[in-house]
């Protein structure tokens, strides 16, 4: 699938069938989120891949809206070293792989993480440095659920040229 398609296709998958995933794919999706921009290249992120029935459930519980969690053949948790530009430097990382995981035939959603209360918790459950902050709770597995699509605004909704 290539780039356009995979962005224009994508979706938010909360309901996953069974079958495990393959440990290169899941390094695949990590790899390009390796890929993302960071402001001055500094790339804060780190990324703890979880596929524990047991800790799938504790991070669905933990999370607010979350519990599908459960249903998941993992989930990528983004953490990012605090910088001045963490946060936008997770969310990149984070699109980067829905991106590859819809390409990739993978279903996927992005679970809040960094303004939440449970961001804490979910660091202690992973054993993440005080320093490091959760940016997003990334579920993923192959699609059990095919969601409609969403209207989108249109580009002459949204694109202004040289003045809004």
């Known amino acids: 699938m ?9 979706r938010s998958i909360r309901k996953y069938a069974p079958g495990a995933v ?3 794919l899941i390094e695949k999706l990590v790899e390009a989120a390796r890929y993302a921009p960071s402001a001055r290249a500094i790339q804060p992120w780190e990324f703890v ?3 524990h029935t047991e800790v799938l459930k504790e991070l669905g519980r ?6 599908f969690l459960e249903g998941a053949a993992f989930c990528i948790a983004v953490f990012c070293r605090e910088t001045k530009y963490y946060l936008e430097d997770g969310c990149a990382a984070t699109e980067n792989i829905l991106i590859a995981a819809a390409a990739s035939g993978l279903g996927a959603c992005w679970i809040a993480g960094d303004k939440k209360p449970y961001a804490s918790e979910v660091a202690r459950l992973l054993q993440v440095p005080p320093d490091v902050r959760l940016v997003s709770l990334i579920s993923a597995g192959w699609p059990a659920e095919e969601p409609a699509a969403i209207r989108r605004r249109g580009l002459g909704e949204v694109l202004h040229w040289e003045k809004y």
């Open 62 to 67: 933990l999370a607010t809206n979350g519990a």
């Open 49 to 51: 891949v979880v596929t």
């Open 2 to 10: 290539d780039t356009f398609s995979a962005m224009e296709e994508r």
């Open 22 to 24: 393959p440990k290169d």
